[in-house]
């Protein structure tokens, strides 16, 4: 099963299908899907006046286009055509390939992993982090190293292209990591040469054995299946440290996230890394952010329906951490990990550091379409708690700590220096005051 | 002429079509009699129900196990696939919830009472224990089926439409703005496939659309009068903590910064008595609720306060308020909401609600003029004492429009009262209530924030908390014999 998070179903959705022509049944399918979802639009954009535009002269236009459609491709076009109408994120089609193990240029990709993060900084793809134990670690590979091919795939091209289509967008930092990390897949047991280049500009080739996906595997709705991971630490200093990829699975990621905190009630502070996490079920920001303020009735932010408003409500729980609380975000931080950001920034409850997020922090909900599709979209409106959207504006860190290649060829983290940093003068300040 | 005779024609038309609707009485009644009549209820003294729950088209799907006793008890169970659990539970006397998503809360205010009169056992045959007043408002069709359409109105908590089938007496959709931790949303619930149960006829199905979803119960297995397996309806270990943590916000023990409590306000106009008002405060889920009411008589007219509701967060910032009087046959009712810098009144008329919104700021004291007074409290809680700079708010007058206030603090003061003397804080304060008069108000308060005298002395206003009555004027002294009737002697 193909590793799967919510941003690479937005990538999924940029890259065109195989043409195959339709058959009548199949056709036909594609236009109820059409009818489903200008009427969703419809009737649950929360704004009903549809941002000003002519709902009904869009349905005109491109009905009878799906009406030609000859491929899937041609009727997802269509789809994506009228969503895109919005200019909003959390409106997409998701191809039916990607909830099955074929990527949808049709090649076969398992889940199996090199081990490695990386970032685009500067047009290059850059190793940002290695995981311990993995195939890229025995190999010596290091944080900092670009990548210049992955297989056959050369990726000066893949990164201009993607660089073009999104130049614009807030979103280019998570297409552009996606194109990448999509590049370094295979079926676990199986073996990827990489081509690196090392600090001093050599070439270093590695044959990295993929290795099984990290973490668990979730399903969640209509969500393609994803594997979900946490881990926590306590680092130098007595601060705790939590990152995960996904907002999902609560059954498992919530207990594992609550025993990081309540182990950490003596700490100096706590860092929550939310670097590259796309986001999940917007629900498990309030429950993470009830470890972290005490006060009732705070609001993250305020999600508005066509017909009621609901608020993100923190109920503290009953050992709440009341220490300097840091968040690490990126550009490659969306959705839930903003909403989450977002609020306790608004609160003054969390100090941010990073760079500014990928402003694309709509609730949605994914359904299925009658072709087989997924249908993501948005269902309401977010304000975070300080009055302004996140769509669109992002989070904009308290400290920007932009990520460079000299930096992480150093060994360093820009980002969470910086907040170990922060939570140590405040540290030295309280024993200067004599408070504990 | 014609008018009249238009006026006289309908009248009887009027009757006629008021009278072809059933008493919501009967029709509620009736329902207990065509699902099984009030034997069969009584004879149950718990349920266990078991089965599915999907939301509909979203690929999310789980099971639901409630567990019900007798008189007040419930516990329910959704185990959601790639969520996890979901637990609520009700005892009479606490309404919780435990989520793998959010964790464990105690629910309060709305959400506790709605929690409660969800948990009645046998809730069909104990509808006048639940419902306040109902009444039938006409015919509707659910499904294809013509129903009656009843409003009820519970105890607490917000109204409820019912929609009961016309061929069959069953109920066939409940609609009521449903109170969660994250807001009121409107819900509606579709219900179906009515099966017999120990006797009692009970949906199956139940449909619910709310928040642009719909979720489908469908209940698989019930089992009457069965074993409730020891300690089910045990509060959870971590709804205990939450419990004790906030208990002793809610008992004032430990010096808590906001104690709840009340008081009791006479105003006095030229000395002579015009008005009472009592009121309460409570502090809980991190919001003030300040409620009351109270009665006047001004002249010839009198005016009861029936409701006045205002609430805050721990900010003082307003939520919402309500107000509820009656001046003659004049009734006013308003609810308002205050978010995003607006306050959104809802004023009942015949015509349907009445909205009106203004720009409100964010921090507004809620204010209604003439009266009640005793919203004042929280202006009074407000005041800074650490400086003796005129200090700048804003206060909205209900339903009308924003004005400034200014309020200094003077410092602590003696005052005497009728049978005692009391240190307390001395604020004077100004408030625009009509444009280019302001209205000079003292008031002082005591070490719990509340206001234990007030005067407007441009409007012979004397306010005083019970138990410090005004000082009686001094009275006249009878001039010297020798001034008064010299020529008596």
């Known amino acids: 099963m193909i590793r799967k998070s919510l941003a690479l179903l937005l990538l999924a959705g940029c890259v065109a299908a195989a043409p195959a022509a339709l058959t009548s049944s199949e056709k036909k399918l594609n236009q109820e899907s059409f009818d489903y979802v200008w009427t969703t639009i419809r009737d649950k954009y929360w704004d009903p006046a549809i941002g000003g535009l002519n709902w009904q002269a869009v349905h005109d236009e491109l ?108 979103l280019r930092g998570v297409m552009l990591r996606n194109a990448v990390l999509v590049r370094l897949k295979g079926y676990p047991g199986d073996s990827i040469e990489i081509e690196f280049r090392d600090g001093a500009g050599r070439q ?19 969500l393609p299946a994803s594997y979900v991971w946490i881990e926590s630490q306590k680092l130098a200093g007595n601060v705790g440290y939590v990152a995960f990829n996904l907002f999902l699975d609560p059954a498992h990621l919530m ?14 502070g706590f860092i929550i890394d ?52 840091a968040i690490l975000v990126d550009d490659t931080s969306a959705s839930t990990s903003e909403i989450f950001a977002g609020g306790l920034k608004d609160l003054k409850r969390a100090r941010i550091f990073g760079t500014r997020t990928a402003a694309a922090a709509l609730p949605s909900a994914i359904e299925m379409l009658p072709n087989g599709d997924g249908f993501q979209y948005a269902m309401a409106n977010y304000i975070s708690e300080g009055g302004k959207p996140l769509e669109g504006l992002g989070v904009t860190p308290d400290v920007e700590t932009p990520l460079s290649r000299t930096a992480l060829l150093a060994g360093k983290d820009p980002a969470l220096d910086a907040a170990l940093e922060w939570i140590k003068a405040l540290e030295e300040h309280a024993q200067q005051k004599g408070t504990p | ?131 306040t007043r109902v009444e039938t408002k006409g015919s509707e069709t659910v499904n294809g089926e013509d129903c009656w359409k009843i409003l009820a109105m519970p105890k607490s908590g917000n109204a409820e439409t019912l929609f009961f089938s016309k061929k069959t007496g069953l109920e066939l959709k409940r609609s009521a703005v449903q109170a969660t931790q994250m807001g009121d949303i409107p819900a509606e619930a579709f219900l179906s496939d009515y099966r017999e149960n120990g006797g009692v006829l009970e949906p199956a199905t139940v449909r619910q659309k709310f928040a642009g979803q719909e979720m489908v119960i469908h209940v698989e297995e019930t089992t009457i009068n069965p074993e409730i397996p020891p300690g089910r309806f045990d509060l959870p270990d971590e709804i205990q903590q939450l419990l004790k943590k906030a208990a002793p916000a809610k008992t004032g023990a430990n010096a808590a910064p906001v104690p709840s409590g009340g008081g009791k306000l006479t105003i006095y106009m030229d000395g002579a008595r015009m008005a009472t008002e009592t009121y309460s405060f409570l502090a809980s889920g991190g919001r003030y609720t300040w409620t009351g009411s109270g009665e006047a008589h001004m002249g010839p007219m009198e005016m009861q306060i029936e409701l006045y509701k205002v609430v805050t967060d721990e900010k003082y910032h307003p939520i919402e308020a309500e107000l509820k009087t009656k001046m003659g046959q004049i009734t006013r009712e308003m609810k308002t909401t205050f978010a995003d810098g607006k306050a959104r009144n809802e004023t009942a008329s015949p015509k349907g609600p009445q909205i009106k919104e203004d720009t409100v700021s964010p921090d507004a004291v809620i204010m209604a003029f003439p009266l009640p007074v005793f919203p004042l409290n929280v202006l009074a809680r407000r005041i800074s004492f650490d400086t003796q700079d005129p200090q700048e708010f804003h206060a909205y007058l209900l339903g009308q429009r924003e004005i400034p206030v200014t309020a200094k603090y003077i410092g602590k003061e003696k005052v005497e009262f009728a049978n005692k003397t009391v240190e307390l804080r001395h604020v004077a304060g100004s408030v625009e209530v009509q444009e280019g008069q302001p209205l000079e108000v003292n008031l002082w308060e005591d070490d719990n924030r509340q206001i234990v005298k007030l005067e407007a002395p441009s409007h012979h206003i004397e306010v005083y908390q ?11 002294q009878p001039p010297p014999p020798s001034q008064t009737a010299p020529e008596a002697k």
Request: hydrophobic fraction near 40%; proline fraction near 6%.
């Open chain 1, 255 to 268: 207990p594992r996230f609550a025993e990081a905190v309540k182990s950490c009630q003596a700490c100096s």
């Open chain 1, 204 to 222: 270093m080739i590695r044959k990295l054995r993929l290795d099984d996906p990290r973490g668990v595997l979730s399903k969640f709705g209509f």
């Open chain 2, 466 to 476: 019970e138990g410090y009555e005004p000082k009686p004027p001094p009275q006249t």
């Open chain 1, 274 to 325: 939310l670097r590259g996490n796309p986001g999940g079920i917007g629900a498990m920001a309030m429950g993470m952010a009830s470890w972290f303020v005490d006060r009732s009735g705070e609001r993250l932010g305020t999600l508005y329906l066509r017909d009621s408003k609901l608020s993100f409500v923190i109920t503290p729980r009953p050992g709440v951490f009341s220490g300097p609380l």
């Open chain 2, 1 to 131: 002429m014609r008018n009249l005779i238009l006026v006289c024609l309908s009248l009887p038309l009027a009757v006629g079509a008021q009278d072809a609707l059933p008493k919501a009485e009967t029709i509620l009644d009736h329902y207990i009699e065509v699902t099984g009549g009030v034997a069969a209820y009584q004879k149950r003294h718990s349920v266990i129900e078991k089965g599915t729950m999907e939301m509909v088209g979203r690929g999310v799907k789980g099971s639901i196990t409630n567990y019900m006793a007798a008189p007040d008890k419930a516990y329910s169970v959704i185990d959601l696939e790639g969520v996890g659990q979901m637990e609520e539970g009700s005892d009479g006397k606490v309404a919780w919830e435990r989520s793998a998503l959010q964790g464990p809360r105690v629910k309060d205010e709305k959400e506790r009472a709605q929690a409660f009169e969800e948990a009645i056992f046998n809730a069909p045959i104990k509808w006048r224990e639940i419902y």
């Open chain 1, 63 to 170: 009905k009878p286009q799906m009406d030609k459609a000859e491929t899937m491709a041609e009727a997802r076009a269509v789809l994506e055509d009228m969503l895109g109408r919005l200019h909003l994120t959390h409106f997409e089609i998701i191809p039916e390939d990607a909830y099955s193990d074929l990527e949808s240029d049709n090649t076969p990709r398992g889940d199996g992993e090199t081990g490695l993060d990386v970032r685009v900084i500067g047009h290059q793809a850059v190793v940002t982090r290695v995981e311990p134990e993995s195939s890229a670690a025995r190999e010596g590979v290091r944080p900092g190293w670009e990548i210049v091919r992955a297989g056959k795939s050369q990726l000066a091209p893949v990164i201009a292209k993607v660089e073009r289509a999104y130049q614009d967008s807030s």
